[in-house]
């Protein structure tokens, strides 16, 4: 079945540090890849939209310059989470479809982020 | 914009019962998702399904357009099915439920 790898798992971090975080999909195209975040005992919110070769779609509220969304081939979308604060601490999952719009997205493990 | 609810929030439950969790949106979809999130965060697409019903072994999810409802059920429920069971509705992008955190105990 269709898997999408991200990684890594967990990362802790210094205040002000960058974390990229990678979404791959190991056994299809992903046309669309979406970047959602949690927290805890919350819902998926879903931050941004991104279509391979061109610019992200970011949702409202959300920062386009401290989370960089690169979607540079059909198996690689990474966000970016730049100058990191404690406040960005959460959950963040990617998830990634395949060329039809219909075909259901297909979610990676999700990447905890703790920055200190 | 669509409002997702689900009921219950939370769910515990003794190995073997009949388990069912709903979900209601409010305004038109192209499809309804079932996902379940284990307590590391992954998620597992459990379904997909814009009518009818489905079922996948001890999982069947139904759903109902015109009164924008649907249901997930599962039966002889086993302590590993205990995770957070999200609905959510896709038109152009995803909403999510808030959520049934379920707990089976053996």
């Known amino acids: 079945g269709a898997v999408v790898s991200q990684h890594p798992s967990w990362v802790i971090c210094k205040s002000g540090t960058s974390v990229k975080i990678e979404c791959r999909s190991l056994?299809?195209?992903?046309?669309?890849m979406f970047w959602y975040r949690q927290f805890p005992k919350q819902s998926l919110m879903l931050m941004a939209t991104?279509?391979?070769?061109?610019?992200?779609?970011?949702e409202q509220g959300v920062e386009k310059d401290k989370f960089l969304i690169n979607h540079a081939s059909l198996t690689l979308s990474t966000l970016t989470v730049t100058s990191a604060h404690p406040e960005d601490s959460s959950f963040y999952i990617c998830?990634?479809?395949?060329?039809?719009?219909?075909?259901?997205?297909?979610f990676g493990d999700g990447t905890r982020l703790s920055i200190l | 914009k669509n409002e997702v609810e689900q009921s219950p929030q939370n769910l515990t439950a003794q190995e073997g019962e009949f388990i069912t969790i709903n979900c209601s949106y409010s305004?038109?979809?192209?499809?309804l998702h079932w996902l379940q999130q284990h307590p590391g965060g992954g998620i597992v697409s459990l379904f997909m399904?814009?009518?009818g019903k489905k079922k996948h072994g001890r999982l069947i999810a139904t759903i109902n357009i015109q009164e924008k409802h649907s249901s997930l059920h599962i039966t002889a429920s086993h302590p590993r099915d205990s995770a957070v069971y999200i609905c959510?509705?896709?038109?152009?992008?995803?909403?999510f439920g808030g959520g049934t955190r379920l707990m089976v105990k053996p």
């Open positions: 991104s279509n391979e070769g061109s610019k992200a779609t970011y």
């Open positions: 399904l814009s009518s």
């Open positions: 056994d299809f195209q992903a046309t669309t």
């Open positions: 305004v038109g979809i192209s499809a």
């Open positions: 959510a509705v896709e038109f152009n992008m995803l909403t």
């Open positions: 998830s990634a479809r395949r060329r039809a719009s219909n075909q259901p997205q297909h």
